[in-house]
């Protein structure tokens, strides 16, 4: 026997599975329907044939999948070694310590990028102008090594957080047995920990591997002008760039979309094998307890430090600098600074219109993704119907699906339509992005707590709104607010897609940086990305605040409506 709001929502369950199939299996199919399009009309194999035959685009695959396993190799080390050291050796600061080391997923690997530009720019990086001056070689960033360097150091939070989970979960008993037993560190780590963790290191690798094979604005910056092509640039320069083939960029989409895809499936499979590898102890380790400084703590602290030195301080303080001088020759005194920069970007239209742009996306992005998001989890968690399981399986879609590739199927979608080249199509295209992450979250957060809640509340006669009001929305406060900072953040930094759909009138921020950039005007692409950073830190600063005025008005109304304890004379 159904129950009764399991009837009684049918019909929007429905529609809002028509809405997810729009959103996100339509960009999919219209990139398959791209791909046989002829300009003047028809359909033909031309264009798959060319791209999957003739074997033009081998090496642009080969330098995409080389470019993904040295990102996804480097940045699962760097993770895995940082996330060693918080799990093991409980370092005093540990909060401020944790912040430094996922601020890198919200700076986003672009506007990193541009801060090592102006860093590690030959002859003219300021980072190379204080390597000079002390007799020291030179860097260049603008390189192979370059590129993956900048890339692996803004992937490291990702593999970070899988691995510290991990690591968390593990027994610190076997390592302890190890120890007494006379086993060193380094045997302990090869015979014991890597054993239990090599699943974690595998997911790691192949989800930074699937980030980095989807990017194509760092590949664009470093990599390109000296004959590494990767895939993800191409689709791009054959949609954004004259002569446009937007049937051959779709083709060459196939072929991407192809690697993400045994991405996933390898992802999937990596994920299950960690079921196998299940250890039972403590939930959180002895080993290390916080004190003093010991050796050992201390060279972690360091290079804690080190990291957080690099991929965040560093590339920041650059944009600063570079953003407040006109121009840099290799020296500058700090009478040389001026805010004629920024205050010439808030004299530029373009800015001025992407800005405004950016902010209307990521408001109305975020509230649509948070709304669709918790009733498609809500389906798929509370009621388990068939609707409900099919439209959480068609909102996974974009998940192997990489962002470039989404834009191009927006715009066999939309071109003949009123809705190409306005701010709307952005809209759309970042629903379809970031869905499934949202989905995820509030997944988690309400398996949190029992149906049994909500079936309370309904034999008192309360309603879905007003169960979704009075008992979910309050407990899933701090989910909502981490799909409010994660979402928000990730559309304002968007531009793999972004960069796809735009024109002058409906720019974002992070497309006109990318177009400064590439044209070699530094001086305007610095103060934009200082606007950009400056944005997001007084973002994540306001819903900080918010969350704790709100937490302790709440207070005194849950103190006041707890059911008193009858006390024992």
Known sequence: MKSQSSTSNGPARWLLLIVVVWLAGMPVAALFFGSVRTPEGGFSTVYLERVFLSGSYTRALISTLELGAYVGIAATVVGTIIAWIMSRMRLPGGQLLEIGIMAPIFISPFIGAVGWITLGQPNAGMLNAVLRSIGLPEINIISYGGAVFIMALFFVPYAYSLLRHSMDRLNPELEEAAAISGAGPLATLRHIVFPLLWPSLLSAVIIIFILAAEMFSIPGLLLVPYGHEVLSYLIYAKTAHWPIDRSEASAIGLILLLVTIVGMLLYGRSVKLQERFITVGPKS?????????????????????????????????????????PYFSGTFNLSDLTLSNIEMTFSDRLALVSLRNSLIVTAVSTVLLLVLAFLI??????????VSTLTWLVASIPIAVPGVLVGVGLIWLYIRTPVYATIYVIILVMLARFLPVLVRLFETGLLQFGKELDEAARVC??????????????????????AMTIGGTQVFNELTASALLYTSASSVLPVVIFNYMFDGDYSRATALALLQIAIIAAALASVALISRVWRRLRAPRL???????????
Request: one cysteine or more.
């Open 377 to 386: 989890a809500l389906g798929r968690v509370r009621y388990k119907d068939r």
């Open 559 to 569: 103190a006041s409506s707890a059911i008193p304890v009858p006390q024992m004379s």
């Open 285 to 325: 380790p002895r080993l290390g307890e916080a004190g003093r400084f010991s050796a050992k703590r201390t060279i972690g602290f360091l290079i804690v430090t080190l990291f957080i030195l690099l991929s965040c301080v560093l590339p920041v303080v650059a944009i600063a600098v570079r953003a407040m001088l």
């Open 461 to 482: 006669g309360a309603s879905e709104t007003t169960i979704t009001r009075e008992i979910r929305l309050p407990l899933l406060a701090g989910t909502l607010r981490s």
